[in-house]
């Protein structure tokens, strides 16, 4: 694929020159993957294009449909075969793109097929907390449900419960007791931030557990 470009006029004259786009853009596939082209997509897939192709970032077709959200086209990769632990320069995953920009859906077609919810990114970050650091509590949730390390420390010391304690989301907190987490930690955790809904929350988990 060639496009020509007009460098500058002397006098009659143009000068031109011709700059080869799939270099700088990638593959094909990688672009329709990227613009969320499934129709170009499914057409390349069958004509047998390298699926894991890589552009001038090292990424894939499949990280680039993480990063934009385009859930029907990371399914036809996957079924296809896309390697779903491919990183790019940056040692980003197409889970690792999907958390970074909050694609819940995409994140969990990826940990179905195969994808590591706990695996950091290049900058030694888990995903849970790329999460919480963007306040992304669906997120979390997701991740918790797929059981994520809840004692993960962030560059403050403190853990992923902590975090999801200072969040004051109770749904979350509910997330993390129905996951068996020592109710008495949290009620600790909750006391020492003066959070009395979580308390009671914590208080109301624990008559329902009795009562069933």
């Known amino acids: 694929m060639y496009s020509r470009f007009i460098l500058r006029t002397l006098g009659s004259f143009s000068i031109l020159f011709f700059c080869n786009t799939q270099n700088i853009m990638g593959s094909e596939l990688n672009i329709a993957a990227q613009m969320g082209d499934s129709t170009k997509v499914k057409t390349l897939i069958k004509k047998g294009v390298d699926i894991n192709e890589r552009d001038n970032f090292g990424r894939t077709a499949l990280i680039y449909a993480a990063l934009n959200g385009h859930d029907r086209i990371i399914n036809m990769l996957l079924e296809s075969h896309a390697d ?39 900058e030694g970050v888990p995903p849970v907390l790329i999460a919480l650091g963007r306040e992304d509590f669906e997120m979390v949730d997701l991740l918790l449900k797929y059981g994520i390390e809840i004692n993960s420390i962030d560059e403050r010391g403190r853990t992923v419960l902590q975090r999801i304690i200072e969040s004051n989301d109770t749904e979350l907190v509910q997330t993390v007791l129905r996951r068996g987490v020592d109710e ?16 009671k929350t914590v208080l109301k988990n624990k008559i329902n557990m009795v009562l069933r």
């Open 184 to 199: 008495r930690y949290i009620v600790h955790l909750a006391a020492g931030v003066g959070d009395t809904t979580l308390l």
């Open 84 to 122: 779903i632990h491919a990183k790019d320069h940056f040692d980003q995953t197409a889970f690792i793109a999907a958390v970074n920009r909050g694609h819940v859906n995409s994140a969990e077609i990826l940990l179905k097929n195969g994808a590591n919810s706990s695996a950091p990114n290049g």
